[in-house]
């Protein structure tokens, strides 16, 4: 199977920084996009921001210009690099993978969505 890891959540003052990593691990043949997204409490889960294979990248505007996502296809990485952070930013953070992964016996391949299990973004002075 394929799992979803991710790290570097925690509290941190308006205006500071915070670096989410997240790595996917398993019998994965190929990744297609990989992404973070967040969820508020009493909010919807919302898009923060997506990197494709070919490293195009797409970002909520509410964190453009503070918020950088990048990807290792070698190691199947990606991380969202959070500057200028906000108290609006304070949620948890999802990471998020389209990929396709080889079963058990190796016969079969799926396409399919994965995610991780969140880490929490706390921004508050």
């Known amino acids: 199977q394929v799992q979803l890891v991710e790290s570097g959540g925690g509290l941190v003052q308006p205006g500071g920084s915070l670096r989410l990593s997240c790595a996917a691990s398993?019998?994965?043949?190929?990744?297609?996009?990989m992404g973070w997204y967040r969820q508020a409490p009493g909010k919807q889960r919302e898009l923060v921001a997506t990197?494709?294979?070919?490293?195009?990248?797409n970002c909520a505007d509410s964190v453009k210009g503070r918020f950088t996502i990048s990807r290792d296809n070698v190691k199947n990485t990606v991380d969202l690099q959070m500057s200028s952070l906000k108290p609006e930013d304070t949620a948890v953070y999802y990471c998020?993978?389209?990929?396709?992964?080889?079963?058990?016996?190796?016969?079969?391949?799926?396409?399919?969505?994965?995610w991780g299990q969140g880490t929490q973004v706390t921004v508050s002075s």
């Open positions: 990197v494709t294979s070919g490293g195009i990248t």
């Open positions: 398993g019998n994965i043949v190929s990744i297609r996009t």
């Open positions: 998020n993978a389209d990929l396709t992964y080889r079963s058990r016996n190796g016969r079969v391949t799926i396409m399919r969505e994965f």
